[in-house]
């Protein structure tokens, strides 16, 4: 018998729904953990965390854990280190959508958390991340999302730009260039995925325990575009939230005081990127119509991210 592993999405031959390697990244062992929770009580789980856990956003989410002997996942409000979002009661295949998109993030040399899907007591697929703001016994490490950088209240999260960000990374980020490759990056991939919930309180920077402000891996990352159709960007570039050129991202990446070759460089991996996320949404959970919209999108796309990284190969200089 042949299956689809729930986290890397390729083939497993013989019984169970993971290779040993995918679950020891991210349940920290081979032994997958039993599960006992089901879709209707979680989504009342989740509405009693609001206001008592950090998460926040349009879909349901859960802070879960391991019991000490590593061998059930269960409610955690304190000290959980996963996050765990079930199906959506509104927007379908949600879990499905962020896993393909995170899986693909990788593929584009974005830096994500230990993620992939779980089936819960009653069938349905959930996403769950290892959260990335826990030391390993629990301790909370320091994290602030833009709109705290930039003094913002939440309800103002989509009212910046991927300059501003830049900024920010410039003022609060202990390796700005560093950091500004990593937002640009970030900003490129959720452009070419048609993602436009990628707002200020989903951009991070993260204190590690040495003290050092990084930009936190990427989180959050969807399709949008597969429920909400033609989606905007929700951090214009150069002032555009759609057809963003090829000199706009070149121009960004001036901003983000990157070099023409580090750009490139970036731009390059993202478009070498297309034929592997292609294999991996047709391979994805998702439904059939929503697998051949994703594919239509990466490839219409491709192309601008593919001249914008010739621009740069050929010594473009901004303005």
Known sequence: MTARCLVCLADIRGE????????????????????????????????????????????????????????????????????????????????????????????????????????????????LTRRFDRTADGGKLLQEDFCQLGEL??????????????????????????????????????????????????????RGEDGVHRLSPAYDLLCTDLVVEDDLLALPVGGNRRGVTPRQWLDFASYCGLTPRAAGRALGQVHAALTPALALVARSFLPDEMKARYARLLEDRAGTVEAAARKAGSGYVAG
């Open 16 to 127: 169970g729904e993971y290779h040993a390697r995918c679950a020891r990244a991210l349940f920290g062992s081979t032994r997958v953990p039993t599960i006992d929770l089901e879709l209707a009580r979680l989504h009342t789980v989740a509405q009693a965390m609001v206001g008592h856990t950090s998460l926040s956003g349009i879909q349901r989410k859960v802070s879960v854990g391991l019991t000490a002997d590593r061998a059930t996942l269960r409610v955690a409000v304190e000290k959980g280190h996963f996050i765990l979002k079930p199906q959506a009661q509104v927007f379908p295949s949600l879990p499905e959508n962020e896993h393909v998109t995170m899986r693909l993030a990788e593929a584009a040399g974005v830096q994500v958390p230990p993620n992939g899907l779980v089936r819960l007591r009653d069938g349905s697929l959930a996403y």
């Open 153 to 206: 209240a939440p309800k103002q999260k989509y009212e910046g730009s991927a300059e501003l960000c830049a900024r920010l990374v410039r003022r609060h980020a202990s390796e700005p260039l560093v950091a500004a490759l990593g937002l640009f990056r970030q900003v490129v991939f959720a452009w070419w995925t048609g993602n436009g919930d990628m707002h200020l309180k989903n951009l991070s920077l993260l």
